[in-house]
């Protein structure tokens, strides 16, 4: 009997633990987003409201989707005092929810990293490829 409640108590904390590993290992939107909404970043940990930028095209917030998507997870030192994130991201849902980003944009044939406000070191590498659509996408030349 011992051996049955310790085979299942292993059991049960390894199908724990492994789905503890795969959380957050994407950064996708949720369904239904309504519009994106981009502005300058003022720093960490806020969000600029004067946006610049509207995306309300459900092709470019699919394509957005996708970068997110593809996106690889990594954890990072930020120093919130002495860096600054290029561009603030807002995502408003059909159901009136919001989140926002952060959006650290690469140079030409560089990788930028996004990341949930709040959770800045835990970021996302957007690949220089997806970087090139991203400005595309808001329109920086």
């Known amino acids: 009997m011992k051996k049955l409640l310790l085979l299942f108590h292993l059991a049960f ?13 994407e950064s996708t939107l949720l369904d239904s987003v309504s519009d994106i909404s981009i502005s300058k970043s003022n720093g960490y940990g806020g969000l600029n409201e004067n946006y ?28 919130v005092n002495n860096e600054k994130p290029d561009y603030d991201i807002l995502v408003r849902y059909e159901n009136g929810e919001t989140h926002g980003l952060h959006l650290v ?25 997806d970087t090139k659509v991203l400005k595309s996408i808001i329109d920086i030349q």
Not at 13 to 25: G, N, P, V
Not at 63 to 75: D, P, S
Request: net charge negative; glycine share 8%; proline share 0%.
């Open 52 to 79: 610049s930028v509207s995306i309300n095209q459900s092709k470019d917030i699919s394509t957005f989707n996708g970068i997110l998507k593809n996106a690889k997870r990594v954890n990072r030192k930020v120093d």
């Open 105 to 129: 944009l690469g140079n030409e044939g560089e990788e930028s990293i996004v990341m949930h406000i709040g959770h800045e070191k835990n970021g996302f590498n957007v690949s220089s490829e």
């Open 13 to 25: 904390c390894s199908i724990t633990l492994i789905a503890c590993q795969s959380h957050m290992e």
